[in-house]
């Protein structure tokens, strides 16, 4: 927003109202979201929420000028089929047999295909995207550089789970 203000100023521009809207799936917690949103120093922004997917359609055609998505297209939209046989693991693990890595990599084609698809159909003519995401290498995907955290949470979940059935729920 200073950017704008400051390139709008130095071109003799008015400034631009700026619309944000802000998107999250239905669950979210989108009260304590509004509630933290900073005061914008009287700023010409205003703030709204969209709950839906974003592997949908969010917005009216053509009416979004910049898409901003941070740390969250790593999330896919659903558990892939085919990866029944990856027992005692969360995602693709060393252990985990050959099609789960492919299972992943074919549900995040399709996800991410539809993210763009339907985002293409939303923004205006020359709209602009910036996208930051976790990936990981196609030459060694259970490389630790991605992937310790995942294992960390499957050492946690297997433990519980031995605990609950030591006391006999
Ligand atoms: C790690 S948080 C990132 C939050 C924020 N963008 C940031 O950078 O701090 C990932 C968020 O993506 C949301 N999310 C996951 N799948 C989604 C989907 N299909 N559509 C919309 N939001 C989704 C989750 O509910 C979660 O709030």
Redesign the pocket.
């Given at each position: 927003m200073d950017i704008i203000a400051s390139v709008c100023r130095q071109a003799h521009w008015e400034s631009p109202e700026l619309q944000v809207f802000l998107?999250?799936?239905p669950q979210?917690d989108f009260n304590t979201v509004f509630k933290s949103i900073p005061a914008f120093n009287g700023k010409p922004c205003f703030v709204a929420g969209v709950a839906g997917?974003?592997?949908q359609r969010l917005f009216p055609s053509k009416s979004i000028h910049f898409v901003h998505s941070?740390?969250?297209l790593h999330?896919l939209?659903k558990v892939p089929r085919g990866v029944e046989a990856n027992k005692g693991n969360l995602y693709i693990a060393k252990t985990s047999p050959p099609n789960v890595s492919k299972a992943y990599s074919e549900q995040y084609r399709n996800d991410f295909s539809r993210f763009l698809r339907f985002r293409s159909e939303e923004m205006i003519t020359e709209g602009r995207m910036l996208l930051t995401f976790i990936g990981r290498s196609i030459t060694d995907p259970t490389s630790k550089d991605c992937c310790t955290i995942w294992d960390l949470f499957t050492k946690s979940l297997l433990d519980l789970v031995a605990e609950v059935h030591w006391i006999g729920v």
């Open positions: 998107n999250d799936l979210n997917s974003f592997y941070s740390y969250s999330w939209s």
